[in-house]
């Protein structure tokens, strides 16, 4: 994603997929107020989080999302989760 905030992508990925803030930290098994601060913060992402942050976007690509330079697309080929 090189040259794009990682926050709006989070969010528009999150949204693609139909999924609530509650459900995508439920299915990254990470807490709430980390999507949301991710989603909503270009603030960098600390190492400890990093891990975390990982399972979130393995979430997000397992339900279709692609990240790509110029922001996220939902592959039409997907299930809906």
């Known amino acids: 994603m090189a040259g794009r905030r990682l926050s709006p992508c989070l969010r528009t990925a999150r949204q693609l997929l139909g999924l609530t803030q509650s459900e995508v930290a439920e299915r990254a098994r990470i807490c709430v107020q980390s999507v949301k601060d991710w989603e909503h913060s270009?603030?960098?992402?600390?190492p400890a989080r990093?891990?975390?942050?990982?399972?979130?976007?393995r979430v997000l690509e397992d339900g279709g999302i692609t990240f790509r330079s110029d922001g996220?697309?939902?592959?039409?080929?997907?299930?809906?989760?």
């Open 72 to 81: 996220v697309s939902l592959d039409d080929k997907s299930a809906s989760p």
């Open 42 to 46: 270009s603030a960098a992402v600390p």
């Open 50 to 57: 990093a891990a975390m942050l990982g399972r979130l976007v």
